[in-house]
């Protein structure tokens, strides 16, 4: 009876379906600490990153731990720690932007697809399958270079191109709750058809829509990185990590750190970004607090 107790009670702890309450894990901590950092180093690029883009030609390629510079200098001479804090603004700013406006087109297109069916969910549909079936970054490439815009042109279109993955994701959450009986109840009281899904369908589907977010996040991160290293996006003159990585291409050898640091602050940050969107979809999808 005891043995059957015990193990009763290590079970309720460890299965948050019991009403357990599993502890964080350390990757989800660490995963918290790189996006404050981010973020308020995007908000405030100012601490730690002031004269980032201070050209100083006679101390160009300097190795780390140089005159004062801890990662050492790029080959004109700009510090590469503080180059590398000052590009979280551009490295992470649009990418918030690319997935809330997705998210936002999502909501609306997959919405109203979902809900009224019929021939409106046929048209968003194909606009989201043609979409779908092009390569999302090559076409950001050609729409970037015919155009000719700067940053915030490769933001909008690569906000088009988001938009159908958060279209699709979202239609398919309102069907799933349209026909349960909580929606036809709403129905018989002749609710409206908006006060039904704000009050009713969003909130239930807010958790796939809120991970959805954060992994579009990641990838947009890496999308504008690659942008910017082809020389799309942020000018020369601008902070950006991908554009760190094109510049230090010439001083690997000499500077081994300025194509390490911005290299791995894409991949650490967008990595962070994903474990904390798959950590809020585990306990969502376990019942627990998110």
Same mark, same amino acid.
């Given at each position: 009876?005891?043995?059957?107790?015990?193990?009763? #009670?290590?079970?309720?702890?460890?299965?948050?379906?019991?009403?357990?309450?599993?502890?964080?894990?350390? &990757?989800?901590?660490?995963?918290?600490?790189?996006?404050?950092?981010?973020?308020?180093?995007?908000?405030?690029?100012?601490?730690?990153?002031?004269?980032? *883009?201070?050209?100083?030609?006679?101390?160009?390629?300097?190795?780390?731990?140089? %005159?004062?510079?801890?990662?050492?200098? &790029?080959?004109?001479?700009?510090?590469?720690?503080?180059?590398?804090?000052?590009?979280?603004?551009?490295?992470?700013?649009?990418?918030?932007?690319?997935?809330?406006?997705?998210?936002?087109?999502?909501?609306?297109?997959?919405?109203?697809?979902?809900?009224?069916?019929?021939?409106?969910?046929?048209?968003?549909?194909?606009?989201? %399958? *043609? #979409?779908?079936?092009?390569?999302?970054?090559?076409?950001?490439?050609?729409?970037?270079?015919?155009?000719?815009?700067?940053?915030?042109?490769?933001?909008?279109?690569?906000?088009?191109?988001?938009?159908?993955?958060?279209?699709?994701?979202?239609?398919?959450?309102?069907?799933?709750?349209?026909?349960?009986?909580?929606?036809?109840?709403?129905?018989?009281?002749?609710?409206?058809?908006?006060?039904?899904?704000?009050?009713?369908?969003?909130?239930?589907?807010?958790?796939?829509?809120?991970?959805?977010?954060?992994?579009? +996040?990641?990838?947009?991160?890496?999308?504008?990185?690659?942008?910017?290293?082809?020389?799309?996006?942020?000018?020369?003159? &601008?902070? &950006?990590?991908?554009?760190?990585?094109?510049?230090?291409?010439?001083?690997?050898? %000499?500077?081994?750190?300025?194509?390490?640091?911005?290299?791995?602050?894409? +991949?650490? #940050?967008?990595?962070?970004?994903?474990?904390?969107?798959?950590?809020?979809?585990?306990?969502?999808?376990?019942?627990?607090?998110?």
């Amino acid at each position: 009876m005891v043995i059957a107790l015990r193990t009763k #009670t290590k079970n309720h702890e460890k299965n948050p379906r019991l009403g357990g309450r599993r502890r964080v894990g350390i &990757d989800v901590w660490l995963s918290c600490a790189v996006v404050a950092a981010a973020l308020f180093w995007m908000i405030f690029p100012q601490a730690g990153g002031a004269g980032a *883009l201070t050209q100083n030609i006679m101390e160009g390629s300097l190795p780390p731990f140089s %005159d004062g510079h801890l990662f050492g200098t &790029d080959e004109f001479g700009r510090d590469i720690l503080k180059l590398t804090i000052a590009g979280a603004r551009s490295a992470l700013l649009g990418p918030i932007v690319i997935a809330t406006g997705s998210i936002i087109i999502g909501l609306l297109f997959g919405a109203l697809a979902g809900w009224f069916g019929g021939a409106l969910d046929w048209i968003i549909s194909r606009y989201a %399958d *043609l #979409t779908l079936s092009m390569p999302s970054l090559l076409l950001a490439i050609v729409a970037a270079g015919i155009i000719g815009g700067g940053y915030w042109v490769s933001v909008l279109v690569m906000i088009v191109l988001y938009s159908p993955f958060d279209i699709r994701l979202v239609r398919s959450a309102v069907i799933a709750e349209r026909n349960k009986p909580y929606i036809e109840a709403a129905l018989i009281l002749k609710m409206r058809t908006l006060r039904i899904l704000a009050r009713h369908i969003f909130p239930n589907v807010a958790l796939i829509v809120l991970v959805n977010f954060f992994l579009n +996040i990641g990838y947009a991160i890496v999308s504008m990185s690659s942008l910017s290293y082809l020389g799309l996006g942020v000018s020369p003159q &601008d902070a &950006d990590w991908g554009r760190q990585l094109s510049d230090a291409r010439s001083i690997i050898f %000499d500077n081994t750190a300025a194509i390490l640091a911005p290299g791995l602050a894409i +991949i650490i #940050t967008a990595t962070a970004i994903n474990i904390l969107g798959n950590y809020l979809a585990e306990r969502g999808g376990n019942g627990g607090a998110v």
